[in-house]
């Protein structure tokens, strides 16, 4: 086993507490961390009306641990180039996980079956970070 663990870690312009409200019901996990700007030591850096924004947040459950913060609007810049990936053992796990990243969002590919998945999707939830949710077939 090696030491070292790759954690997503998620910025937003202001809206990280929702997010992660919405990440912690639809992944069954749970918020074991958090902190606003305005409880952080750099509190008195930051303007009042961003103190309830979040300094850092994590989100843990059994082999997932996510992470994340708000930014400032200016230096916010909108995800590219990489997908968080959703793993499920059942099917009816990643139509209800899906349905639920996608609501208000945008699908990229519909939630099917393919030549690996039982079920398997892409979509960008509500506030822009873009999922991929999958549920392999038995190997062969």
Known sequence: ??????????????NCREAFALYAQVLEAEISFLITMGE???ADQVPPENHDHICHISLEAEGLVLMGSDCPPDQYDKPQGTIINVQTQTAARAEEIFTALSDGGETRMPMEETFWAERFGMC?????????VNCDKPMP
């Open 40 to 42: 952080s030591p750099m």
């Open 1 to 14: 086993m090696t030491d070292v663990r790759v954690n997503p870690y998620l910025n937003f312009p202001g």
């Open 124 to 132: 960008i939830d509500r506030f822009g970070v873009p999922w991929m």
